[in-house]
């Protein structure tokens, strides 16, 4: 069944009339999107979600140059493809379109949350007003890797930090820096030892995962050691040297692995 997203208004519509089927014209880019990419038929059974663990099932019953009208069962809400735990990545934004790679890889393995670092050596420092130019067309990233995943929630993008303020934005979370040495553990070993000091509750109220990822040149060691400071523990990666993007798309997957989501 395809998926078609849709805005959280419509799905608000659907939740304070939840005894009936709905017919509705569906809103200009998902009629665009239902008529001209997925290029459905009357009666195609598709789902509709708003990225934030709404879900809707629907029938297509009217599709013209003018208008997509379909059939919308009551909103139900999911969890689907979601982790156990919110999972964090702080990450110092890799030169040209590695981002982009990264926002859509990071969507599919489960992240919850994209913070971009500001970090000494990272190449690419972004103001404030130019993160914000390019926002539109990032979330627009992370939303089609999630329709496409099949997840239920679109993970947040945040405004850019340094690792100070990113830090202190999730005191609560379980922080893990990936780094380059020799004597470091793995990620498996340091939740495994987190879980048996009680520092990574998995119940009612699981406990976040902050995993962090440095630019090319890695986290210069002042910043490492303020994370230290702040009750971080570094980890790593493996005996090679990653891309940075590599870096974050490898931290996710052995924490998911970890948490037995793979």
């Keep these: 069944m395809r998926r078609v997203p849709l805005p959280a208004a419509l799905f608000d519509l659907l939740e304070r009339n939840a005894s009936a089927r709905h017919a509705f014209a569906l809103p200009d880019e998902a009629a665009h999107y239902v008529r001209t990419v997925l290029r459905l038929d009357e009666g195609s059974p598709v789902e509709l979600f708003d990225g934030s663990g709404r879900l809707a099932r629907a029938t297509l019953t009217t599709i013209d140059a003018s208008m997509v009208i379909a059939e919308v069962e009551a909103p139900r809400s999911s969890q689907r493809g979601e982790p156990p735990v919110e999972l964090i990545l702080f990450q110092a934004i890799p ?9 859509e890889k990071a969507t599919e393995l489960g992240v919850t949350t994209l913070v971009p670092l500001t970090t000494r050596r990272g ?3 972004l103001s404030s007003e130019r993160f914000e130019k390019k926002r539109p067309r990032w979330e627009k990233i992370l939303a089609g890797a999630a329709r496409q995943c099949r997840r239920a929630c679109i993970p947040e993008l945040r405004a850019p930090h340094s690792p ?3 830090f202190q ?12 040495s020799d ?3 793995s990620v498996h070993r340091a939740l ?9 509750p998995l119940g009612d109220a699981p406990r976040p995962i902050g995993l962090w990822v440095g630019p090319e040149g890695g986290f210069e060691d002042a910043e490492i050691n303020t994370l230290l400071q702040a009750g971080a523990r570094c980890v790593t990666l493996g005996p090679r040297v990653l891309r940075a993007e ?12 970890a948490l037995g989501e793979f």
């Design 246 to 257: 590599t870096a974050g798309v490898a931290l996710l997957t052995l924490v998911q692995n």
């Design 183 to 185: 004597d470091l553990t």
């Design 164 to 166: 100070t303020e990113a």
């Design 123 to 125: 190449v690419v420092q």
């Design 169 to 180: 934005a999730y005191p609560n979370a379980l922080h893990l820096v990936a780094h380059l």
């Design 95 to 103: 030169k040209g379109d590695r981002w982009e790679w990264l926002l």
């Design 192 to 200: 495994h030892a987190a879980e048996h000091r009680g520092d990574m």
